[in-house]
């Protein structure tokens, strides 16, 4: 890690820096945007970026940069940001991130850059987040293009699946003369970033760009493959000619609660909630052709806290859902979602039941949802996980009268690659075994990262994985050693 | 983009089409499928694939209309392209000698099921066919199933062609003559497969059928296709298709497949307006040709 320039940019004096406000990031007015897809947060302008900029103390040891898992040198980006050479800064960013209009929109920027940013320990985090997406908004919109110039390696490296993960991958060795290409599953590209982050929270539009610059990169893509069924890992390795293969597959698999009644119409996983909504229109039918229940003036829920949890919420109230709540079995200190994506939810008018757990659904009397029993919980001990174990209070049952249910407590691994590739270790939940430092598999030439690895986590993790495959894939290219 | 070789009507409704995807034609195993989206606005059905050529990479479904998107693609021809085909998904159908098995295909069913007869036939089983259909017009892949079975029995729901009646009307002599039965594979619509699982369960004989629910991504991953076999969830995309008939929740599955009901009805009633407000202004400029939406994309 270098030390910030000096002399310094910046010719506000240290001390008047802590003094200025943090710049709130313009929005939609919650009345409004309950009831569209249009994103959220508008974003910075120039001037909102460059003020925001100036507050940056430049510390000797900048936590923000340790704390990112890519290493985004924040304090040097933010410095050409205060020279307002914003094409320079998105290039500094590009050195450690290929997907920087992403991130900053969608990293829990207070686990991380921010959590760790100095200027948050005696007033407001610099909104390292918000002025990322600032310079990679203005990267986009004037067309910079930072192409890799370098000979080719005669190397080829296969990734499998598009999410932030293989992304990253891509992104990294094609910079280095590798031949390199995706493979993805579904019809688009991109992942939970395509299929389950929503529109209001990630314009498609974004990640089409993201993956145009990456195109104009080099980066091969191929969708419609689904690697151990379309085409397995070994075949790629010995007879499609690659020399190595990454795996970021993701965690794909809903769970269920396997109570009863989960069968009935109106009970979705979230994964297939939102892969209707996000992946194939169905907000938008009957101009696109997969249907979805129409939710206006009908009662929802979602049960779980996590970031799916709230995007599916949100989007049932955009499709005009009357009540739409959170039902959380844990109090809210312990949810996993985004700070900002909670805030901004409640904006909206969702409502949140902490400390709920639902035992049954329950039928309508015509084969759908009609309502759901819940049990009312309390925090005991703390778990494995480090947070107080709700338990359930005797005798607490009480129903929530509801047309559709959305289970988002979380997903598993998809075994399609594990079960078609011999011996590819796994744990014993059918997870990768990946190396944490090379991302190395049990397998010579195959390294696996993001999700398919520790289990649902975020994108900037899987990212941060990414990086580091690419490093120890680059590594083996050139050494052959395993 | 896939691109369709070529297409023909089996009968009235019914299209076979051959399509060039070589990576599937490698891979495929009878008892599999594809899903397929048309174009752009698409929805993602799925198709079982009835054959395939792994030397020249392509591989055949047979589709019937239905819906909108059954009767889109099937407004397709020669030359056309298909935006996405992904597969070979599915677990594949057990093959192995099980002794006689009686293979049951109603309607379209019978395309997915010749693939599975086709290789059973090639384990040393012996095999009997019974084909059902609603009269003459809708009997397809006679002489395929003919080539693949020892004995191949017809029927038609109004006596048209062949014997009059149902299939299970087979069934239910061929288990009254003591005939002995290792296996069953029954393939159709749900209220066949129940009656051939109803039959079957008090004569002990393993009975197996494909299930059709809504999918999505066929993966896996979203959870839609789940049914409900022997009490538990199963996802029919990845556990699946084929299940022990009598472990089968069909009430479920009706009711799930039901779930759209009045959407799917609405996508095919806007289409149809759609295709004669086409043939009325191809009338009217009198070129006899007739565009569909995404036929040409
Ligand atoms: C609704 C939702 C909201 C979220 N919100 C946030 C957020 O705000 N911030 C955040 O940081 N994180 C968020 N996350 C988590 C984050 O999206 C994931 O941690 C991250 O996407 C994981 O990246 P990945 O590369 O490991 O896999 P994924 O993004 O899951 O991508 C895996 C890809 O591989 C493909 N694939 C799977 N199997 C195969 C195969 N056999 N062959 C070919 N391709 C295959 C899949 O189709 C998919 O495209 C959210 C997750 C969800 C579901
Ligand atoms: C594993 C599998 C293999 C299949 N193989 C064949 C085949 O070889 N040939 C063939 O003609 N049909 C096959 N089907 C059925 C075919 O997928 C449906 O007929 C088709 O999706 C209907 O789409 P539609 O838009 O034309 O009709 P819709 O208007 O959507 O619906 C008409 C009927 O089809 C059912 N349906 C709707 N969407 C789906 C969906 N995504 N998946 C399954 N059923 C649905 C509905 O419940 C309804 O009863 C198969 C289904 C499955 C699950
Ligand atoms: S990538 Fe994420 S964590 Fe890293 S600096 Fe950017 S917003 Fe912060
Ligand atoms: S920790 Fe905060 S104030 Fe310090 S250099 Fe990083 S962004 Fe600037
Ligand atoms: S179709 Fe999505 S899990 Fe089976």
């Known amino acids: ?482 | 983009m896939f691109n369709i070789v070529h297409a023909e009507f089996l009968a009235p409704g019914i299209k076979r089409f051959l399509i060039q995807a070589p990576r599937i034609a490698r891979k495929q195993k009878p008892g599999q499928f594809v899903i397929v989206r048309i174009y752009e606005e698409g929805e993602r059905v799925p198709l079982t694939i009835e054959n395939s050529d792994p030397q020249k990479g392509t591989i055949s479904i047979v589709v019937q209309s239905l819906g909108k998107t059954t009767s889109l693609l099937n407004s397709l021809g020669t030359g056309d392209h298909i935006l996405d085909v992904v597969g070979p998904l599915g677990k594949p159908s057990e093959i192995k000698k099980f002794g006689t098995v009686v293979v049951m295909g109603g309607g379209v069913g019978t395309a997915m099921t010749y693939p599975t007869a086709a290789a059973l036939k090639q384990a040393g089983n012996r095999i009997i066919s019974i084909v059902g259909a609603r009269n003459k017009e809708l009997v397809i892949l006679e002489n395929e199933m003919r080539a693949v079975s020892d004995v191949l029995m017809i029927t038609t729901d109004d006596g048209s062609y062949a014997d009059k009646g149902f299939v299970t009307d087979k069934l239910r002599q061929l288990i009254q003559n003591g005939v002995p039965i290792d296996l069953v594979l029954a393939v159709g619509p749900i209220p066949m497969m129940r009656a051939v699982a109803d039959m079957t369960r008090g004569e002990r004989i393993r009975t197996l059928v494909s299930l059709n629910p809504i999918m999505i991504d066929g993966t896996g991953m979203c959870g839609g296709c789940r049914v409900l076999v022997d009490g538990k969830s199963q996802f029919a995309c990845v556990d699946g298709p084929e299940f022990d008939a009598h472990q089968v929740n069909f009430d479920v599955l009706v009711q799930r497949n039901g779930a759209y009901r009045s959407q799917e009805r609405q996508s095919m009633a806007e289409y149809r307006r759609e295709l004669e407000s086409q043939l009325k202004s191809t009338e009217a400029e009198g070129n006899g040709v007739c565009v569909v939406k995404g036929s040409t994309l």
């Not at chain 1, 940056?56 to 040097?76: Q, S, W």
């Not at chain 1, 893509?221 to 689904?226: I, M, P, R, S, Y």
């Open chain 1, 1 to 482: 890690m270098t030390a910030p320039p000096k002399p310094s940019l910046n010719p506000v004096p240290v001390k008047e820096r802590m003094k200025m406000p943090r710049q709130q990031m313009p929005e939609q007015a919650a009345e409004l945007r309950a009831a569209n897809f249009t994103e959220v947060n508008l974003g910075y302008s120039e001037e909102l970026a460059r003020q925001e900029a100036l507050r940056c103390i430049e510390c000797a040891k900048p936590a923000c940069t340790k704390d990112c898992p890519v290493g985004v040198k924040v304090y040097e980006f933010v410095q050409l940001i205060v020279a307002g050479d914003f094409a320079g800064a998105a290039a500094k960013i590009r050195e450690d991130n290929v997907l920087p209009a992403i991130t900053g929109r969608v990293c829990p920027q207070e686990d991380h850059c921010e959590g760790g940013c100095l200027m948050g320990k005696k007033v407001k985090p610099l909104g390292i987040g918000y002025l990322e997406r600032f310079v990679a908004d203005y990267e986009q919109r004037m067309g910079v293009r930072n192409l890799p110039n370098v000979p080719p390696s005669g190397k080829k490296v296969a990734v499998v699946g598009s999410g932030p993960s293989g992304l990253t991958v891509a992104g990294d060795l094609v910079q280095k003369g590798h031949k390199v290409r995706v493979f993805e599953a579904l019809h688009e590209l991109g992942g939970v970033l395509v299929y389950g982050i929503p529109e209001f929270r990630l314009p498609k539009q974004i990640i089409r760009e993201q993956l145009d610059y990456m195109r104009d990169m080099g980066v091969e893509f191929e969708t419609d493959v689904v690697v151990g069924r379309t085409v397995a890992i070994d075949e790629l390795l010995e007879e499609e000619g690659y020399d190595a293969v990454f795996i970021g597959t993701g965690a794909g698999l809903p769970v269920f609660m396997n109570i009863p009644g989960e069968h009935l119409n109106g009970v979705y996983s979230a994964n297939e909630f939102l892969t209707r909504i996000n992946l194939m229109k169905a907000y938008k039918f009957p101009a696109y052709d997969e249907p979805m229940l129409d939710l206006h003036g009908k009662d929802v829920a979602v049960i779980g806290g996590g970031n799916t949890a709230l995007d599916a919420i949100r989007s049932a109230l955009r499709l005009g859902a009357r009540k739409a709540y959170v039902l959380y079995r844990r109090s809210e200190t312990e949810m996993p979602a985004r700070a900002e994506e909670v805030k901004h939810a409640r904006e909206e008018g969702i409502e949140f039941h902490m400390l709920t757990s639902p035992v049954e659904f329950l039928p309508d009397g015509v084969g759908w949802l009609g309502a759901v029993r819940c049990v009312r919980m309390e925090l005991g001990e703390p778990d494995a996980s480090g947070r107080r174990r709700p338990v359930p209070v005797a005798g607490s049952e009480f129903e929530i009268p509801l047309s559709v249910a959305v289970i988002a407590i979380g997903t598993s691994a998809n075994p399609i690659v594990q079960s078609t590739t011999p011996g590819l270790g796994t744990d014993k939940r059918g997870y990768i075994q990946a190396d944490p430092e090379t991302q190395r598999t049990s397998r010579k030439g195959v390294f696996a990262g993001g999700d398919i690895v520790t289990g649902s986590a975020t994108v900037i993790l899987a990212m941060g994985a990414g990086r580091r495959a690419a490093k120890s894939i680059q590594e083996y290219l050139t050494t052959g050693e395993w």
